[in-house]
């Protein structure tokens, strides 16, 4: 199989149109067997569900190389049910999960020569999503549904690989209490785009946006969980019903737990704590631990005692044991690796 000609080192995090996706559709109460096709445009309806009312969800996780010249992802399983519970709390029909991690498969085997090689540091990002695709103009769940997979290969979602990023506070919310933060919708990331932009415009990398009943508790970024190392060496991370079950994090909880032989705590973590850790890292399948170096609170700076210049130590062992169980240099555990071809 024969490469395509792409800078892999050089990637950023952004949309590639590759050569195949995968495409079911939803009509009568069934959903057709679905096809790998060229065209990577859609056509529907003005008044489409999607368009309208915002109803549409969608799931990320990656392909890599292994070591030994494997294809894999990591653990689309749990994609597969996280979506189901998004499409569950939006109304839409659920795409079965076998048939989900398949259509995953196919894509990614379909796309092979946009694979990263082992050791490029890209990887091939996949996207499912799903939407309302037939009219509705009464606020009500659409009849009609697409499911679709794409691949883009990626690099690193923050510029500047491993580099600690600085964060602020948020003033505004990404979820409400009891809404929609649990689960991957569009509309989660269309009420964070605002306060992404002008978060960037200040020159943050990121948004920490706090539980929006109480605003003293640490919820989430825009789009990965929070890691914490306290100072003797514990692994914290925020418990919260209204935060997105980022499939990362808890793969890294069983990590420090198993691997690293870290006590790890889940549970509510108070902003007044977070000047007491020693390190602080965002999880997510684009971020895969992204090291936080500075978090201001209006104009109050909390800088992590790990610093600007480079990943704390528990944090960069923890990088490095995930990256390893992915990339296939450190055994997984039993069913994290789906093996592709
Ligand atoms: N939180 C949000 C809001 C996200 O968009 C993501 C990305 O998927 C995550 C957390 C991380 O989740 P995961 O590790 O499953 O990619
Ligand atoms: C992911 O990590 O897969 C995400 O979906 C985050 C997104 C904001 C790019």
């Keep these: 199989m024969e490469k395509k000609n792409i800078d892999w080192a050089n990637l950023g995090f952004g949309y590639v149109e590759t050569d195949k996706r995968f495409v079911a559709n939803y009509k009568d109460g ?50 597969a049910a996280r979506m189901k519970a998004s499409c569950e709390r939006l109304e839409m029909p659920v795409f079965p999960e076998e048939r989900f991690i398949q ?9 092979e020569a946009y694979v990263p090689p082992y050791g490029s540091g890209a990887t091939l990002y996949v996207r499912p999503f799903m939407f309302g695709s037939s009219a509705v103009i009464g606020v009500s769940p659409a009849d009609e549904y697409q499911f679709r997979v794409f691949t883009t290969p990626v690099g690193p979602y923050f510029k500047g690989g491993v580099k600690p990023l600085t964060i602020r506070v948020s003033d505004f919310d990404r979820a409400a209490p009891h809404g929609t933060g649990h689960i991957k919708a569009g509309l989660n990331y269309a009420m964070s785009l605002y306060a992404i932009v002008d978060a960037h415009q200040k020159g943050f990398d990121e948004n920490m946006y706090l539980d929006p009943a109480t605003r003293t508790k640490v919820e989430e970024t825009g789009g990965a969980n929070f890691l914490f190392v306290t100072r003797d060496n514990k692994v914290v991370t925020p418990k919260s019903d209204s935060i997105l079950p980022s499939i990362t994090r808890r793969s890294l909880v069983t ?33 895969v631990i992204s090291p936080v170096g500075k978090i201001v609170d209006h104009g109050n700076e909390i800088c992590l005692p790990s610093g600007m210049t480079e990943m704390g130590p528990v944090t960069k062992k923890l990088y490095e044991t995930l990256t390893g169980i992915q990339m296939g240099r450190i055994e997984a555990p039993e069913g994290w690796i789906h093996v592709i071809k």
């Design 103 to 111: 259509a995953v498969s196919d894509t990614v085997a379909a796309n």
């Design 30 to 79: 069934a959903w057709d067997k679905g096809a790998l096709i060229s065209d990577s445009t859609v056509a529907i309806s003005e008044c489409a569900g999607v368009l309208q009312y915002a109803q549409t969800c969608f799931e990320g996780l990656k392909a890599y190389t292994t070591e030994d010249g494997h294809i894999v992802t990591f653990r689309p399983d749990l994609n």
């Design 255 to 287: 990590v420090a737990k198993e691997y690293l032989g870290l006590e790890v705590e889940e549970r509510e973590v108070a902003f007044e704590e977070v000047k007491d850790f020693a390190e602080c890292g965002l999880c997510g399948t684009a971020a």
